[in-house]
């Protein structure tokens, strides 16, 4: 009897343990740290696909689907294709764009 409680109460530790570590940056849920994973993946995805934008030199962060965009671009037209991708985006709610143009 000892053992199997001793069993449950670790398994309950490890299970409490392993969803605290999943949810970061005073997210809610597992789901909204998913979701946020997933939008920040498409917005890569199409920047890479696009020939204007620098996928390698632009950062793509989202936190409850507010996507923070931050990194250089060669020029304003860059930067501005970079936001409209982000806002066309499924999951996107908002956009934050703080890349910096550097020619």
């Given at each position: 009897m000892k053992h199997t409680a001793a069993t449950l109460a670790l398994s309950g530790l490890l299970a409490?343990?392993?969803?605290?570590?999943?949810?970061?940056?005073?997210?809610?849920?597992?789901?909204?740290?998913?979701?946020?994973a997933t939008v920040t993946t498409r917005v890569k995805a199409k920047f890479a696909e696009d020939p204007t934008v620098s996928a390698m030199s632009i950062s793509v962060e989202t936190l409850k689907g507010t996507v923070q965009l931050s990194g250089f671009a060669k020029s304003t037209a860059e930067r501005n294709r970079a936001a409209e991708i982000a806002r066309g985006t499924p999951g996107v709610k908002a956009v934050k764009n703080d890349i910096a143009v550097r020619p």
């Open positions: 409490f343990t392993a969803v605290g570590c999943a949810v970061t940056r005073d997210q809610s849920t597992v789901g909204e740290y998913v979701d946020d």
